[in-house]
Every structure is written in structure tokens, then in C-alpha cells.
């Protein structure tokens, strides 16, 4: 259950650099992310796609793509056990490195 995983003071950030859809504020508390992705698990047909397990700016995180082919990066902050952080970054412009990346790993 994701409530045993997460603080209680988590919070989510997302940035789609105004390209693709993203979350406008940060999402903060457990209650408020619980109810954030029960409602993205309802809403979509689509789950993401795991492409690989990496560390991002030195932290635990994962690189997967989601609905409409968008690429994503997933970092997340850990304290105590719990998540305290996830940090989205779904800006083309700011994974450029990432998609030649997995590019250069697919040939």
C-alpha cells in the first residue's frame, strides 16, 4: 500500500517545461498524493512503461515512458524509510541527454 511507503509531509514535484502535461503546483501530504495517483491509476488505461533504474542527482529514481510516448524521470527522495520527495521531470528540452542516452543503448 503506497501509504506505507510515503511521509506523511511527501511531496510531488513535476516540471513539463509548459511542452507537456505536468503537475502546475507541488502536491503536498500523503493524503494529497494517495488521492493523486488513485485518481491517475483510474483515469488511465495506460500504466507506464519501466525502462530502466538509475540514480538522478544522486538520488534513487527510474526512467519510464508514460501516456502519448512522453519520457519521464522519477527521483525519489528517502528519509527514514519513507519517501519524502518525488521529483518528475517530463520537460523534452531537459531529458535530451537521457533520450541519447537510451538510444545509444538500444543500438
Known sequence: ??????????AVFSD???KVLAFRNVVRGMDRVIRLFE???RKAA???RLLCNVMIDGLPGFVS??????LQTT???VRGGKITALYIVRN??????V????????S
Open 1 to 10: 500500500m503506497l501509504s506505507g511507503i510515503l511521509a506523511d509531509e511527501v
Open 16 to 18: 513539463g517545461g509548459g
Open 39 to 41: 485518481g491517475l491509476a
Open 46 to 48: 495506460y500504466r507506464p
Open 65 to 70: 515512458i508514460d501516456r502519448g510516448e512522453v
Open 75 to 77: 527521483a525519489l527522495e
Open 92 to 97: 523534452p528540452d531537459k531529458l535530451r541527454h
Open 99 to 106: 533520450e541519447a542516452l537510451l538510444a545509444e543503448q538500444t
